[in-house]
DNA sequence: CCAAGATTGGTGATGTGTCAATCACTTCGC
DNA sequence: GCGAAGTGATTGACACATCACCAATCTTGG
């Protein structure tokens, strides 16, 4: 596969493992973090925080699947299990009968409130602080690029 | 979240949900292309990879493992899953009784040739092609030191 | 008003990944 | 040789993600 049509160059090569050794261990760094200082796995996290960002910490669950760019299903079958562990509860919206609001419970503010600082630190310690300002930068537009390419990707009809 | 604790600068923030949203769509549509011309998950991909590059297409259980750096039961349970699907299959190991070789299928090995070419001209098209020779040694350099803590920090006992 | 269609959210099936435990075999120290 | 420890691989339980589908509700054109 290598030979025989144009796969990568050598360089490409490297740059591609890289890229997939740290796609793959960025988050089982994050994941010990949040096990280390509270109970909540790396979704668990994304959900608090997306919740703990908006006044009453709760969101219907359609605009929760929207900010954090995840399928409907995924974000109704994530809220039962973090709602099974206390974590978020749900309740009926008064306007729209179809509706559930997630609020985030006490426990829930408390997991996150542990959970932050050492998080913030680590995405900082293992991305950030060992990056240059022309790093930063440089990383930033290629992964802005990258990133818009995949979403035409994702819309493209198949 | 944001104002409290030291968490990103903006710039950082919105590298950092860049990255995130790269490593959640890069799998998508890598996964996709693969659908698209055979019937390869990216993991099936990554292990007929592995095993196509070797003589007689077979290795054991453990060396397909430190090969993707997955763990042991990972290999087991998809080995397990890729056999009932036809594409590898087990055959006992000869020099050591507890072991395991997993041998590409004919099937298999039709599968990932038809799925090489077009997986090839994805990632490049995706991630190589727009970006300039200095953008790939530059993320690439990015890449390796990220990748270098990560191992660190996997290693770490806690 | 009301039937048709769209939207919201949930469910079950399936595939995938981790962890802890287990089983079978090998190796090593005596 | 032989028991203890180590190693190779599998398993089961669970967390997670996606897909296809469904029920309830809302909205709208006639």
Do not use: N
Request: with cysteine.
């Amino acid at each position: 596969m290598s030979a025989d049509s144009p796969w990568l160059t050598d360089e490409q090569q490297r740059v591609w493992r890289d890229w997939l050794q740290a796609t793959a261990l960025l988050p089982v760094a994050l994941h010990a973090q949040l096990q280390a200082d509270s109970d909540l796995s790396f979704p668990d996290f994304e959900v608090l925080s997306e919740l703990s960002e908006v006044e009453g910490r709760q969101m219907r669950v359609g605009d929760l699947a929207r900010a954090l760019q995840w399928e409907r299903s995924r974000v109704s079958h994530h809220v039962k299990r973090m709602e099974a562990r206390g974590l978020v509860r749900r309740e009926e919206c008064a306007s729209d009968g179809r509706g559930a609001q997630v609020v985030v419970t006490a426990g829930g503010r408390r997991s996150i409130e542990r959970a932050a600082p050492g998080h913030a630190r680590t995405v900082r310690r293992l991305m950030f602080e060992p990056l240059s300002a022309r790093e930063v930068a440089l990383l930033g537009e290629v992964l802005s690029g990258l990133v818009s390419r995949l979403r035409e990707e994702d819309e493209r009809p198949r």
